[in-house]
């Protein structure tokens, strides 16, 4: 007896889960689309990304002159920074990863120039894209990237110090 009500409450539970007519008891309307089980989002306040990303620490950065400083972003736990320097033509450093052991996949490091009375005058940025038609290394994963990146031409001269963040970090 009480694997036939097992039975039956099981078959039950599958009927109410079958294709059904819509509710109100008529039949589906012609032309009607069976539901696909792919899931559409929308998200029609949301406003569409355009341009590179930004970093907000970097208008109020104001490294010393001669000095490179740290623009924090969302990234921060999962490098360091090396051999930071600037001459006022370029600022240049190396970043190495440390939250894993994986092929570096993108990357952007930002670069706010600023003048001596530690005002953002200008910014630039380094990118690097793995390209796997062109990346053959052999041996273990790359965690270490040289970067340069150069004063804007119309700030060379007016630009004395730079501060680097890194708005982009996709790794394996």
Known sequence: MKNAIAVALAALALSACSTAAPEGG?????????????????????????????LPGIATSAPAA??????????DDRFALARLRFDGSQVTGALDITSDVSD????QVLAGFYDAKGRLIGQNRFTHHLDEDTHHDSGPPSEHERFTIAVPAGLRGKAVSAAVGVPVLVNE
């Open 26 to 54: 008529g039949a589906a309307a012609p032309g009607a689309s069976t539901p696909s089980p792919v899931v559409m989002t929308s998200f029609p306040d949301l406003p569409t990304p355009t341009g590179d990303p930004e």
């Open 66 to 75: 001669g000095a490179v400083g740290h623009i924090p972003g969302p990234f």
């Open 104 to 107: 570096l996949l993108e990357l």
